[in-house]
C-alpha cells in the first residue's frame, strides 16, 4: 500500500532537523487538481531549481553546454536578457542516428525567468517522451501545473546528473556548436 501523499499545497511532516518536502517530489503528473496558490509555489520552485542549475542566468547571454559525465549534452541558450527577466530556451542533445554531426533535441523548452518574482514560466515544451504532452501550448491552469511539474523533475534530474551553468562555450566551440546542430535554432 503507497504511503498517504500530502494534499497539494502541503509540504508534509516537517521536524526540527528536516527540510520541508518540495511539492514537486510529492506529487503525480495527472493526479491533482492544482490551484494557481499550488502553481505559483511551482514556479518558484522551479526557479529555485534553475538558479542552482544556472546561478549566474541574470548575467549569461548566447549559448553554454554542459557535458556530464555520461549521458546528453545539456544547452542553455540565453535567447534575451531584460532587466527583471530572462528568456531561454534549455535542452538535451542527442547525437542523431540519421546522419553524422547531427543532433536531436529532447526535451525541448523555452523558458522564462521572473528574477524579481523568483519564478518560472514554461512557454514551449516540446517532448516525446512521457505522456505529457508532445507539444505544449495551451494556457490552461491544469496544463501549465502538467509541464512545470515536468519541469521540475527534469531540472532535479539535470542536477544529479552534474550538470552546472555556465561552463562557458569559447567563440570558436560555440561557432562549431552551431554548424553541428543545424536543426537546432
Known sequence: MRPAL??????GPVDSMQAP???SASLDLFGVQP???QLMVLCEENYSGLMRLAPELAR???PYVSRADAGAHLLLDVREQAPFTTTLRLTHLFAGSNEPGSWRSEPDAVLRAYHDAGQVEVLDLCQTAL???RHYRAPALHAKWKVNLFLAKWLSYCLLRGHRFPSSVSEASC???RE??????
Open 6 to 11: 500530502p494534499h497539494p499545497g502541503e509540504a
Open 21 to 23: 518536502a518540495l511539492i
Open 35 to 37: 490551484t494557481v496558490g
Open 60 to 62: 549569461l547571454r548566447g
Open 131 to 133: 505522456p505529457v504532452f
Open 175 to 177: 561557432h562549431r556548436l
Open 180 to 185: 553541428l546542430t543545424p536543426s537546432v535554432p
